[in-house]
């Protein structure tokens, strides 16, 4: 009996050592399947606000492929479904489990004060991605990474002035309606800034302002509701591609034409994207007829920032992609705006 409480003794003194000369590692976290060994996946948790577009999925799709267990991370990813109250819980279900750092594209602008606050008092680094968020206290969020919505806004505007322009027409012969996006998102702000402050610029008839949400069903619906209302309309500017191919669906079952010959009756369909297939298709054949570039791949970007943050390094608070403009036509070969040339190529 003695004898096997010595060996008992003897044999867990021998295993302990070996534990500790091996780094102790414990059971289930071997690191088998992280893909690296001997360092701690960071933990991301990140908020999407919803699945309502092709830029939409294209976006998560490049988060997703970024924040790899074979890349050192576990992300937590959450689908919001359009609503900020989800976005919300899941941000505080993210404090919660403490994770490293928390990723938001956010719905809307207003109303993370709060929620913020609960972050940085949990001492978690908040990212911004896509749309910005409207806080009283900027020391909220660590950065904010995506694109200049009211850029890409009044680089579509320029390039239909300029289209229009070779053809001899004039900028009040330009009845053009604005099909929004989700309202109070920073891609509809921008994107209705940029719309309003070059339409005055050129003395456009901005006809109407509709809700397309960026999603191709209510595009239709919003195009019904013009036709029913309006007859002058010759042009088009939908906020994403979602909502042109939509726009596109009730004007053709309607038995018009889109196109850039306004002249002629087309009506013409501008938009922002280049990510559906469907919507690059239509901007070959010319029933788009101009396409705002909008850059969804922030997976790099983002991880770019955490990066910077583990080297104890500041990245830029705010951090904007460059884009362009895409047509089949190549009569307006480029967009100046703040002295700046922006080019327009036929396809992305
Ligand atoms: O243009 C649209 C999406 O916020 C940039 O949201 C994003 C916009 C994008 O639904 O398709």
């Known amino acids: 009996m003695r004898s096997l409480d010595h060996k008992l003794i003897h044999g867990f003194i021998i295993v302990s050592l070996c534990c500790l000369l091996a780094g102790c590692i414990p059971a289930g976290d071997t690191g088998a399947d992280s893909g ?96 910005q968020v409207d806080v009283s206290d900027e020391s909220l969020f660590t950065c904010w990474v995506g694109s200049d919505f009211e850029l890409e806004g009044k680089m579509v505007c320029m390039w239909i002035s300029k289209f229009l322009g070779r053809k001899g027409i004039k900028g009040e012969d330009v ?95 501008v938009s922002f994207d280049g990510i559906n297939k469907q919507a690059l298709s239509h901007l070959m054949t010319g029933e788009i007829s101009c396409i705002g570039e909008c850059n969804p791949m922030h997976g790099p970007r983002v991880e770019s920032v955490i990066r910077k943050l583990e080297a104890g390094e500041e990245p830029y608070k705010y951090q904007y992609v460059s884009e362009g403009l895409f047509s089949a036509d190549m009569s307006v070969t480029s967009v100046m705006l703040g002295g700046k040339e922006y080019k327009v190529t036929r396809k992305p």
Not at 43 to 59: C, H, I, K, P, Y
Not at 211 to 227: H, N, P, V, Y
């Open 36 to 131: 690296i060994t001997g360092e701690e996946l960071i933990t991301v948790g990140f908020s999407q606000l919803g699945a309502e577009s092709d830029w939409r999925s294209a976006n998560t799709e490049s988060m997703k492929s970024v924040f790899t267990k074979e890349n050192g991370y576990e992300l937590i990813f959450d689908d919001a479904q359009q609503k900020q109250t989800n976005q919300i819980t899941a941000i505080r279900s993210f404090i919660q489990r403490d994770v490293d750092y928390i990723v938001l594209a956010p719905v809307t602008e207003k109303g993370w004060d709060t929620v913020l606050s609960e972050a940085k008092e949990a001492d978690i680094p908040v990212i911004i991605v896509d749309r």
């Open 175 to 269: 009845h053009i309606v604005d099909i929004q996006g989700t309202l109070g998102s920073t891609a509809q702000l921008g994107r209705t800034k940029g719309f309003d402050h070059m339409a005055k610029l050129y003395g456009w008839d901005v006809v109407a302002y509709e809700q397309g949400d960026f999603t191709r069903s209510k595009g239709k619906e919003a195009m019904f509701k013009i036709l029913r209302n309006y007859e002058d309309v010759n042009v088009v500017y939908c906020e994403n591609d979602n909502e042109a191919l939509g726009v596109i669906d009730v004007l053709e079952a309607s038995g018009r034409k889109c196109g850039g010959d306004i002249a002629n009756g087309e009506i013409m369909v």
